[in-house]
């Protein structure tokens, strides 16, 4: 069998090719041989395949070459694709050829368990593993199916910035940096900025890293994070949780159907996942904080929820909650009172079930001009750096809701994972910066 011409193929795609030589370029995840015989275990980031080596195929210097090489070497590998029922990916690769482009001696992640502090250290070989694979993909496939959804909606992806004069989330959170002769902060939210664009497309949203100095170490936070924010003139904050919720089924329901073999790697139970279908619940602040009562929680009307208050309310229901109208005294300056009842916000909190806590903030924002300087004031919040913002109260003001979906943490309840530090390639923490 020749290898002359021999295509490049994918591992994924080997399938299209069954009976043909191809050739992989790829690395080396294991190796195992019996005498005459070798297995070499190839990944190329799209799947992996068993390569087949025999010395009577490859003669000795490739097969004595081949079996000594270490974990993680690089090279190139022609064979042909034979279908093989055992097989994990249902083919198997009987090598004629494998040139090697580095033998590597000595990769750190081996086989064995590693600690977390030690993976950590070496994220930049541990995205190299299955289970890493099967988290990206699954985040790179819940953020195009927002993209799809969201195009398919009529929002408009509009950037926002990411250095910016002012705070959107409070002032405790800011990372500062210098801006030559005057200060400026990693943006916490594009969301001021999206109320603009929103004014000016009707429908808009922002899809990009946003930062908090929180201080905050726990298996939900972040320093930089990805959000998407969409934007919506005239809808108001019940229209607003409806736009939320069919979103995330589509979401939800896309990662079942084309990621069901990444999940199946991270051994998801799925039929948790199968049940999140809109309607979600919705469960007014003053109800949740009965709920907590009843469960035996102290806690008092006016307070903020601690995660562990979030899973309990979360795992009352089998579907998302919305939690609705929290105090307008813990909440940020730009959400609109209720009318009816200005000590609370048309805004809401959206928990995941499980135990994953908010995955999305939103509501109604403020869209009368002197309630909005007003609350400007009360936050203590510099007027000159927030004139433009007022001015979107000025010239045709409308009601307009909006929301945020954390992407982090929406990843780490798909895949459910322990900890958000395995949902992005290289996380950002209270503690690590490195690598
Ligand atoms: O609730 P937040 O703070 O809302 C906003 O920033 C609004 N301006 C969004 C908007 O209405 N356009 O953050 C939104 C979401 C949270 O629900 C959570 O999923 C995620 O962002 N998030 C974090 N994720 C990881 N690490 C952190 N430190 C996070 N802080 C917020
Ligand atoms: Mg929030």
Not at 13 to 22: M, R, S, T, Y
Not at 136 to 154: C, N, P, Q, S
Request: hydrophobic share 40%; proline share 5%.
């Amino acid at each position: 069998m020749s290898k002359d011409n021999a295509p490049w193929v994918r591992i994924e795609k080997v399938g299209q090719h069954a009976g043909e030589v191809v050739q992989i370029r790829g690395w080396l995840s294991r190796m195992r041989s019996s005498g005459k015989i070798g297995f070499l275990q190839l990944r190329d980031g799209s799947g992996s395949i068993q390569g087949v080596l025999a010395k009577a195929d490859v003669g000795e210097e490739i097969f004595a070459k081949s079996k000594g090489l270490g974990q993680e070497s690089s090279l190139i590998a022609w064979g042909k694709v034979n279908p093989d029922e055992r097989a994990p990916g249902g083919y198997e690769l009987h090598l004629v050829d494998v040139q090697v482009i580095q033998n590597a001696e000595g990769y750190p992640i081996t086989p064995k368990e590693h600690g977390t502090d030690f993976l950590m250290d070496h994220r930049h070989l541990w995205l190299r593993s299955n289970r890493q694979h099967a988290i990206l993909r699954i985040r790179a496939e819940i953020m195009k199916g927002i993209l799809d959804w969201l195009d398919d909606h009529d929002f408009l992806r509009v950037d926002t910035p990411i250095l910016t004069p002012s705070a959107c989330e409070g002032t405790t959170t800011l990372f500062e940096t210098e801006y030559f002769e005057s200060k400026a902060y990693l943006a916490q939210s594009g969301q001021l900025y999206n109320e603009a664009t929103a004014m000016a497309f009707g429908r808009v949203y922002t899809f990009g890293p946003t930062f908090r100095a929180e201080k905050s170490k726990t298996r939900r936070h972040l320093m930089e994070f990805w959000m998407v924010e969409p934007e919506i003139a005239f809808c108001d904050f019940e229209e607003n949780m409806v736009f939320q919720e069919q979103m995330l089924e589509y979401v939800v329901q896309r990662v079942l159907e084309r990621r069901a073999r990444e999940l199946k790697v991270l051994e998801r139970d799925t039929s948790k996942l199968e049940q999140i279908k809109a309607p979600f619940v919705r469960l007014s602040y003053d109800d949740a904080v009965k709920l907590l009562n009843e469960k035996g929680v102290e806690f008092q009307w006016g307070g903020d929820f601690g995660g562990g208050d979030e899973t309990i309310i979360a795992e009352s229901f089998d579907r998302p909650v919305f939690v609705h109208r929290f105090p307008t005294a813990i909440k940020a300056f730009y959400m609109k009172p209720d009318p009816d009842r200005p000590e609370v916000v048309l805004g809401a909190d959206l928990l995941a079930p499980e135990g994953y806590g908010e995955i999305i903030g939103g509501g109604q924002r403020v869209d009368d001009l002197a309630l909005l300087e007003a609350r400007i004031k009360e936050h203590n919040l510099p007027p000159e750096a927030y004139a433009w913002y007022v001015d979107l109260r000025r010239y045709g003001s409308v009601p307009h809701s909006g929301f945020g979906l954390g992407l982090e943490r929406t990843v780490s309840w798909l895949c459910g994972l322990e900890h958000v530090r395995e949902t992005i390639a290289f996380p950002r923490m209270l503690s690590r910066l490195y690598p």
